[in-house]
């Protein structure tokens, strides 16, 4: 594999600004939220900038008042939003005990922490987001620790195909081993299997000679133990994401998401961002995806939800299955006591249990930026513009004013992502359909916090299935609708690489 771009003159460095301007531009639904003069306001404080000589109002506060200013350490993911009352500060403290809580199997003399599994990846949800920040795939000889397989197979009739263009399903499991291949079990139950990674080096060179080796993985499943996989299934390797400022996304208007979408590219930019609807498992309302790696929650609230059930096997009034992803083709796992305690309701993490942990995870505060004004970082974020990465990885956002928490009302935010699925290339496919996502398709990843992840996890490991080994890596990586924004980065001599870097470790 090798990347050969055009050389890029200077006048390039504003035409990534220029496209981001047009892109934005186009027709859009308006916010409901904001009086004209608001809207106004909000429209010229999210405008993407022209000057990068020096820093805009505000950019230091990736998330406007909650943003977190302590020492930037190995704890930066996990501090409370700055603008969190104290009496709030006790439901953070209880859901923060409740994603560090390691569950164990009934019956159990710890009645509220029983109902593990009976199948499972994690016996907490802090053991797959390390210090609320990102997992990564196993080492040689290593089980995985905080990536999973995620398992589905493609619609067989048109039924199917109907169900999940009505939003009631996302895709369709493995008959055998379910939506998730879990590798770990109670005792007394074998657990599914062994997840396998293996990896073929593959150097690029870029423009200027340097060459970067690129490393491309291929999963298997060894020691089944209820039989083959379905011929169809996928296997799709997803590693769990840092957990920062969520309820700040779920507060961003949906107007404001939509208004970048171009399912067409009919501005010509090669973008051509398309919008996930999901169905909310609360309320059954089809709503607008905006978490997960294919958008496929619409609320921080159903994405606790799913990992309860799937990566732990815990029921919640979301997902009330307290075998979790056990299949009817595994009875024996059906057949295991659960945690269900009637006293306490129908299922294993019964309210307040989920509301907390979802308060917890919605007010993880976004760190305060680094040397924002620094000339390094400042060509940096020039070059991000010029060579397009701002078309996907949209800068800011002005949060709903009537959101329903005030600590998430009307904040100016500076996330990165625009939240929408795009194509990035055969290079990049799971061949995996997750409700309107194509096998080809990715959310855009917020960006913010990106430059503390060897802080915080003491490793870097990035993309959906943490392939790539450093920032340089991932770019590279990016084709299909990235792939313009790849090239333009692989034509730059190292020291602009080095500042475009510099800019991401800013974030």
């Known amino acids: 594999m090798q990347f050969l771009p055009p050389s890029i003159s200077k ?79 006790q439901d953070f403290k209880l859901g923060n005990a409740l994603f560090q809580k390691l569950w164990v199997s009934s019956p159990s003399s710890t009645q509220a922490s029983d109902g593990l599994g009976p199948l499972y990846n994690a016996r907490s949800c802090q053991t797959c987001h390390v210090k609320d920040g990102r997992g990564r795939p196993p080492r040689a000889g290593e ?32 008959e055998t081993y379910g939506r998730q291949l879990q590798n770990l079990a109670i005792p007394g139950l074998a657990a599914e299997g062994k997840p396998l990674v293996t990896y073929a080096e593959k150097p690029v060179r870029l423009a200027d000679g340097e060459v970067v080796m690129l490393r491309k993985p291929d999963y298997a499943v060894a020691d089944l133990q209820y039989g083959p996989l379905g011929a169809d299934t996928t296997l799709s390797a997803r590693v769990a994401m840092p957990t920062l400022g969520l309820g700040l996304i ?18 010509s930019d090669g973008i051509s961002g398309r919008p996930a ?17 294919k958008a496929q929650n619409a609320s921080v609230r159903d994405q606790s939800a799913g990992a309860f059930s799937h990566d732990i096997g815990i029921s919640t009034p979301e997902a009330p299955n307290a075998s979790g992803d056990c299949t009817d083709v595994q009875k024996d796992c059906l057949a295991m006591p659960t945690g269900v305690q009637p006293r306490l309701g129908p299922v294993e993490a019964p309210d307040p249990i989920l509301d907390l942990v979802t308060f917890y995870t919605e007010n993880l ?6 040397n924002v004004g620094d000339p390094a970082v400042l060509q940096g974020k020039q070059l991000f513009y010029a060579s397009g990465c701002a078309s996907c990885h949209i800068p800011k956002f002005v949060t709903r004013r009537d959101d329903a928490d005030p600590m998430h009302s009307f904040q100016l935010i500076w996330p990165y992502s625009d939240f929408l699925l795009h194509d990035m290339g055969e290079a990049l496919a799971d061949g995996q359909q997750v409700g309107e996502a194509s096998g080809r398709e990715w959310r855009t990843q917020p960006l913010w916090g990106i430059g503390l992840t060897q802080s915080v996890n003491g490793n870097g490991f990035y993309l959906h299935d943490g392939r790539a ?10 084709s299909g609708e990235g792939e313009s924004a790849r090239d333009a980065f ?4 190292k020291s602009d690489r080095q500042a475009l870097l510099a800019f991401l470790e800013s974030l």
């Open 11 to 89: 006048p390039f460095f504003f035409a990534g600004a220029a496209c981001l301007v047009a892109s934005m531009t186009l027709a859009a639904p308006l916010r409901d939220d904001l009086t004209e003069k608001d809207r106004r306001r909000v429209d010229t404080v999210t405008a993407p900038t022209t000057d990068f000589t020096r820093p805009e109002p505000f950019e230091a506060m990736s998330a406007g008042a909650t943003t977190s200013t302590n020492k930037p350490d190995s704890g930066a993911f996990s501090h409370p939003s700055a603008t969190m009352t104290f009496e709030r500060k």
């Open 143 to 174: 089980d995985a620790v905080s990536m999973f397989l995620r398992l589905a197979r493609p619609a067989h009739s048109e039924a199917e195909r109907a169900a999940i263009a009505r939003h009631e399903v996302l895709n369709f499991p493995d």
């Open 250 to 267: 779920e507060a961003i208007a949906e107007a404001d998401i939509l208004a970048g979408a171009d399912p067409d590219d009919k501005n």
């Open 277 to 293: 609807f999901v169905r909310d498992h609360r309320t059954g309302e089809v709503k607008l995806g905006r978490f997960g790696w």
């Open 365 to 370: 505060a976004v760190p305060q930026r680094r």
């Open 469 to 478: 080994r450093s920032p340089t890596e991932a770019i590279l990586w990016h």
């Open 490 to 493: 692989a034509a730059l001599q």
